[in-house]
C-alpha cells in the first residue's frame, strides 16, 4: 500500500460514523408519505363521509359546503378531523420543540412516523373491529386527523423544499411558474413532479382498495408504510 493510500485509509478510519446519514435521506422519506397521504384521504373522503383527514384545505372548503346545507356533507365530522388535526399539530410543535433544537433530524422523524404508524394502525383496528358503526367513522377521523397533524407540523419544521406531504397546490404553482413556459428554469421539476405522482398513486390505490376491500386494508398498508419508513429515514436530504 502506498503512504497516500494509506494516510486515506487512517483518516478514513478516524472519521466519527455520521448516524444521520445511515438510512432512506428525507426526500424519499417524505415522498413515501405522500403516498400515505392519498391512501388516508381516499379512505377519509370515500368512506367516513367526505371528510378529509390529511388535506386540511379541502377540509375548510368541505366545511363551507356542509354549513351551507349541501347534502353529503357532515359539520360534526369535519369539524371533528379539524379539531383532531390541530391537537396533533400542536403535539408536533411540541415534539420538534424537544428534538428539533440542535438534535437528531434522524430521532426527530422517527418519533413522528412511529406516532403516525401507532395511529393508524390502531384506526386499522378499529375499521376491522366495527366496520360500519358510528363510533368507528368518529374514530378513524380523530385517529387520522391527529396522527395528520402531528405529521404536517414536523414536516413543516423539517422545511424539505416543496414537499409538504398533504398538499399540492404551491407544488403545482411552482411546477407550472418555474418550468420554460412559465420563465423558469425548471430546477425542482423531478421533486415537484415525483410529489404529485406519488399523490395520485396513494389516492389511486386508496379508492381501489377502499372500494373492493373496505376501510381497514388501507388503513393497514398505510400503517405498515409508515413504519417501514420509521426504521429506515435518515436525517439527511
Known sequence: MSEQNAEGAENTESQPHDPEATGVRLVVVLLSL???????????????????TANM???????????????????PHTSTSLACFLVGAAAGGRIAGRYGGGGSRRTWA???????AVLVGASAGVAFAAPGATSTTYALIALTAFAMGLRNATVRKLGVPDLTTTVLTMTLTGLASDSAAGDGSGRHSPRRTAAVVAMLAGA??????????????????????????????????
Open 57 to 75: 384545505t379541502g377540509n375548510v372548503v368541505v366545511l363551507g359546503f356542509a354549513a351551507a346545507g349541501a347534502p353529503g356533507f357532515s359539520i
Open 110 to 116: 422517527r418519533v413522528t412516523l412511529i406516532a403516525e
Open 204 to 237: 389511486t390505490l386508496g379508492a381501489w382498495l377502499v372500494i373492493h376491500h373496505g376501510l381497514g386494508l388501507p388503513l393497514l398498508l398505510a400503517a405498515v408504510l409508515a413504519g417501514v419508513l420509521a426504521v429506515a429515514t435518515s436525517g439527511r436530504e
Open 34 to 52: 405522500t403516498v400515505v397521504s392519498g391512501l388516508i384521504d381516499a379512505v377519509s373522503y370515500l368512506g367516513l363521509g367526505h371528510v378529509f
